[in-house]
């Protein structure tokens, strides 16, 4: 069974930082572009930046310069690091490749950021 699980979320103050991991299990995402997407409360689910086999990142206007995007290609894993995070990054945070299957989305983590 193919899966990603999310996990990395919390609750942190504006200006924090937090790490989020996403693990690929039941195929090699290896030759894949892999992205991290978020839903806030009442509105989709949006793209958020993504990272393509070879390395190659792209974000959106809203978190280029907090946000990185990485990738380990050898533990299947995704990673993306949060910093000066600020209220309107509160979501729940998920990872699938880019663009999206449909049938590879996980349960998400939450990441609340307090005023």
């Known amino acids: 069974q193919v899966q990603m699980v999310e996990s990395g979320g919390g609750l942190v103050q504006a200006g924090g930082s937090l790490r989020l991991s996403c693990a690929a299990s039941?195929?090699?995402?290896?030759?894949?572009?892999m992205g991290w997407y978020r839903q806030a409360p009442g509105k989709q689910r949006d793209l958020v930046a993504h990272i393509t086999p070879g390395g190659s990142t792209n974000y959106v206007d809203s978190v280029k310069g907090r946000f990185t995007i990485s990738r380990d290609k050898a533990k299947n894993t995704v990673y993306l690091q949060m910093n000066s995070l600020k209220p309107e990054d509160t979501a729940v945070y998920y990872c699938?490749?880019?663009?999206?299957?449909?049938?590879?989305w996980g349960q998400g983590t939450q990441v609340t950021v307090s005023s």
């Open positions: 699938n490749t880019f663009p999206a299957f449909g049938g590879l």
């Open positions: 039941g195929s090699d995402f290896r030759f894949n572009a």
